[in-house]
């Protein structure tokens, strides 16, 4: 088991997530997802085209819960489309896997190719996932390959806490009822 570098604390309206970080094996992503929770990463606001003011994560919703799968946050929009402006790429690591749950990995479209360049390119930016146990309690192993995981939640307090999220009523879309609210995301170093 990968080694984890920072523990970020979701504070949420349903209760905390505690949730180790991957920063040897994910270090674009982690340090996105850390200034993006304590501010210090710039970033655009979708809805009004302008510099974002403070952490991007206070009081954005987990508008994507799909029991047996993941909940999904991190859209400034609270929709599924919105993001930070700016994407990047995956970082794959084969050390870090989908087979069991409770992974925190990044939400992305796939890749997209550069109109001027031709490459690919990757399309993650704020938008992550948190995946729940599926049939047999797995993880969501079809995901390897395509969403760069970052972080796992190892205590049975903040799992608990995901599994709640995960069985809340939805509506169309996936989107809960009542709204699962991340307050404020603490990080600390280890």
Do not use: C
């Given at each position: 088991?990968?080694?984890?570098?920072?523990?970020?604390t979701?504070?949420?309206?349903?209760?905390?997530?505690?949730?180790?970080?991957?920063?040897?094996?994910?270090?674009?992503?982690?340090?996105?997802f850390?200034?993006?929770?304590?501010?210090?990463?710039?970033?655009?606001?979708?809805?009004?085209?302008?510099?974002?003011?403070?952490?991007?994560?206070?009081?954005?919703?987990?508008h994507?819960?799909?029991?047996g799968?993941m909940?999904?946050?991190?859209?400034?929009?609270?929709?599924?489309?919105?993001?930070?402006?700016y994407?990047?790429?995956?970082?794959?690591?084969g050390e870090?896997?989908?087979?069991a749950p409770?992974?925190?990995?990044?939400?992305n479209?796939?890749l997209?190719?550069?109109?001027?360049?031709?490459?690919p390119?990757?399309?993650?930016?704020?938008?992550?996932?948190?995946?729940?146990?599926?049939?047999?309690?797995?993880?969501?192993?079809?995901?390897?390959?395509?969403?760069?995981?970052?972080?796992?939640?190892?205590?049975?307090?903040?799992?608990?806490?995901?599994?709640?999220?995960?069985?809340?009523?939805?509506?169309?879309?996936?989107?809960?009822?009542?709204?699962?609210?991340?307050?404020?995301?603490?990080?600390?170093?280890?």
């Amino acid at each position: 088991m990968p080694q984890h570098t920072a523990v970020a604390t979701l504070h949420t309206n349903y209760g905390d997530i505690v949730v180790n970080l991957f920063g040897d094996h994910a270090p674009k992503t982690v340090e996105n997802f850390v200034g993006l929770s304590d501010g210090s990463k710039d970033w655009t606001d979708p809805a009004t085209g302008k510099p974002g003011d403070g952490p991007l994560y206070k009081d954005v919703v987990f508008h994507r819960i799909i029991s047996g799968f993941m909940i999904q946050g991190g859209d400034p929009l609270g929709l599924g489309t919105g993001g930070p402006g700016y994407n990047f790429n995956d970082e794959i690591n084969g050390e870090l896997t989908f087979t069991a749950p409770y992974k925190l990995a990044m939400a992305n479209a796939g890749l997209r190719r550069n109109a001027i360049t031709g490459r690919p390119e990757g399309t993650n930016g704020s938008q992550f996932f948190i995946t729940v146990p599926g049939q047999g309690g797995r993880g969501p192993e079809w995901l390897q390959g395509k969403h760069t995981i970052f972080g796992e939640v190892t205590d049975d307090a903040s799992k608990a806490v995901v599994d709640t999220i995960s069985e809340l009523p939805t509506a169309a879309g996936d989107r809960p009822i009542e709204p699962v609210v991340i307050e404020s995301i603490d990080v600390v170093s280890v």
